[in-house]
């Protein structure tokens, strides 16, 4: 399998998510709830992207990409680059 293959249901999530962000974002005026639910959508989309860069640097080091993990919101969140 290839690297792309393996990494194919994260990068689904991530579309599913980014097409749920552009529909919220489309509303224009949101509700309380719509306000919420795109800040869960935002996180979720930090946590996808944290697991794909994960598993890129345990295939750079030779390592096993299954070994990432999805990180606690607090740590991704809080994550300086």
Do not use: F
Not at 61 to 76: K, L
């Amino acid at each position: 399998m290839t690297d792309q293959e393996t990494d194919q249901p994260v990068r689904q999530h991530i579309e599913q998510l980014l097409k749920e962000e552009h529909e919220l974002y489309g509303q224009g005026q949101l509700s309380d709830t719509d306000r919420q639910r795109l800040e869960q959508v935002k996180v979720e989309l930090d946590l996808c992207w944290d697991l794909l860069r994960q598993r890129r640097a345990l295939r750079e080091c030779g390592r096993d990409p299954a070994e990432a993990r999805v990180r606690p919101p607090e740590t991704v969140e809080n994550y300086e680059q």
